[in-house]
């Protein structure tokens, strides 16, 4: 029997490619948010995937993206380069229909790093006709000398399993870093205001979303259910109205969305109550991104 191995594969690619759908899938559950509008996830998330022969920790990472005017952008630039740092393998993840100049950007950073890196061509189901896909790997490996180029899609979950045999060999001879029936590092309070983020993204227009950030003010478990009290967080008062909506409307349908969602995650009944508050140019404030659980990588 071969060693065990163990070690960090760093999901890395401008924003919107499908990284988190991507990690999603191959855990089989939902570690990390998912919207169609960039920019979705804000943290470093590990996703703990562990078999018999080894222990893959897929970092999910911020996209990384040009217009970084506020400190909370610079922030996460700053978490996904720093991901590389650490990581034994890297998957850039790009969008297979189209390349752009922020993907140029992402691999330049990739290519002053250590690890290894795989190009992952992700949404392929919507790569027609297919030989279109020929010109795509042709392309990519004129770009770098990847280890491996291989073309996916996260959302119609093809060819992942391919993605998950070509790993452990990346990976160091080592024991299990997690215990293995831990997914991730990150808690039941933090998902639960990434789920919160999540609706209220789907349910908001245009730029409100990346105004707003939620946090997790009590979490508490009892025989009964789950009573969980969070605040959404927005930078001006006139967002606060669109938040909550006529008559409330709109976050009563953003609590419901997320209620049923963390009811069907934490198999347990849950009890959401969601305050709107104003803090002034929170994105743009360091100490405020501290409070609000935003860590300098
Ligand atoms: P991230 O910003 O890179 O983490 O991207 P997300 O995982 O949040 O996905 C961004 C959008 O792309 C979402 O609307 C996903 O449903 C969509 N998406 C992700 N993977 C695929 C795929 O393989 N095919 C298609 N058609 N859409 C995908
Ligand atoms: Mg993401």
Same mark, same amino acid.
């Given at each position: 029997m071969s060693a065990y191995r163990c070690g960090l594969v760093a999901v890395i690619g401008r924003p919107n490619v499908g990284k988190s759908t991507l990690i999603n899938a191959v855990m089989g559950r939902k570690v990390s948010i998912v919207t169609a509008k960039p920019q979705t996830t804000r943290h470093r998330i590990l996703a703990v995937h562990t078999d018999p022969n080894a222990q893959i920790i897929f970092v999910d990472t911020p996209g990384i993206h040009r217009k970084a005017a506020k400190a909370m952008n610079k922030l996460m630039n700053r978490t996904a380069t720093n991901a590389l740092a650490d990581a034994d393998v890297v998957l850039f993840v790009i969008d297979a229909t189209h390349w752009t100049p922020e993907d140029d950007d992402v691999l330049k950073r990739l290519k002053e790093a250590r690890a290894p890196i795989v190009a992952v061509l992700n949404k392929v189901d919507?790569?027609? =006709?297919?030989?279109?896909?020929? +010109? @795509? *790997?042709?392309?990519?490996?004129?770009?770098?000398?990847?280890?491996?180029?291989? =073309?996916?899609?996260?959302?119609?979950?093809?060819?992942? +399993?391919?993605? /998950?045999?070509?790993?452990?060999?990346?990976?160091?001879?080592?024991? =299990?870093?997690?215990?293995? +029936? /831990? &997914?991730?590092?990150?808690?039941?309070?933090?998902?639960?205001?990434?789920? *919160?983020?999540?609706?209220? @993204?789907? /349910?908001?227009?245009?730029?409100?979303? &990346?105004?707003?950030?939620?946090?997790?003010?009590?979490?508490?478990?009892?025989?009964?259910? *789950?009573? *969980?009290?969070a605040i959404i967080w927005v930078e001006r008062d006139s967002q606060k109205g669109i938040v909550v909506g006529k008559n409330g409307g709109v976050l009563k349908k953003v609590g419901r969305a997320a209620r049923l969602e963390l009811k069907e995650q934490l198999q347990r009944s849950v009890h959401l109550e969601l305050w709107v508050k104003v803090k002034s140019n929170w994105a743009d404030n360091m100490t405020d991104l501290m409070n609000l659980g935003y860590e300098a990588p």
């Amino acid at each position: 029997m071969s060693a065990y191995r163990c070690g960090l594969v760093a999901v890395i690619g401008r924003p919107n490619v499908g990284k988190s759908t991507l990690i999603n899938a191959v855990m089989g559950r939902k570690v990390s948010i998912v919207t169609a509008k960039p920019q979705t996830t804000r943290h470093r998330i590990l996703a703990v995937h562990t078999d018999p022969n080894a222990q893959i920790i897929f970092v999910d990472t911020p996209g990384i993206h040009r217009k970084a005017a506020k400190a909370m952008n610079k922030l996460m630039n700053r978490t996904a380069t720093n991901a590389l740092a650490d990581a034994d393998v890297v998957l850039f993840v790009i969008d297979a229909t189209h390349w752009t100049p922020e993907d140029d950007d992402v691999l330049k950073r990739l290519k002053e790093a250590r690890a290894p890196i795989v190009a992952v061509l992700n949404k392929v189901d919507k790569v027609h =006709p297919k030989e279109h896909l020929l +010109d @795509t *790997i042709g392309l990519m490996a004129a770009r770098h000398d990847f280890a491996e180029i291989i =073309p996916v899609s996260a959302l119609k979950q093809d060819n992942l +399993d391919h993605l /998950m045999d070509l790993l452990p060999p990346f990976l160091p001879e080592s024991p =299990p870093l997690f215990p293995e +029936d /831990m &997914y991730t590092d990150r808690s039941k309070e933090f998902h639960a205001a990434e789920v *919160i983020r999540e609706k209220l @993204t789907l /349910m908001l227009h245009q730029e409100l979303p &990346y105004g707003l950030t939620v946090q997790v003010e009590r979490f508490l478990e009892e025989e009964s259910g *789950i009573t *969980i009290n969070a605040i959404i967080w927005v930078e001006r008062d006139s967002q606060k109205g669109i938040v909550v909506g006529k008559n409330g409307g709109v976050l009563k349908k953003v609590g419901r969305a997320a209620r049923l969602e963390l009811k069907e995650q934490l198999q347990r009944s849950v009890h959401l109550e969601l305050w709107v508050k104003v803090k002034s140019n929170w994105a743009d404030n360091m100490t405020d991104l501290m409070n609000l659980g935003y860590e300098a990588p």
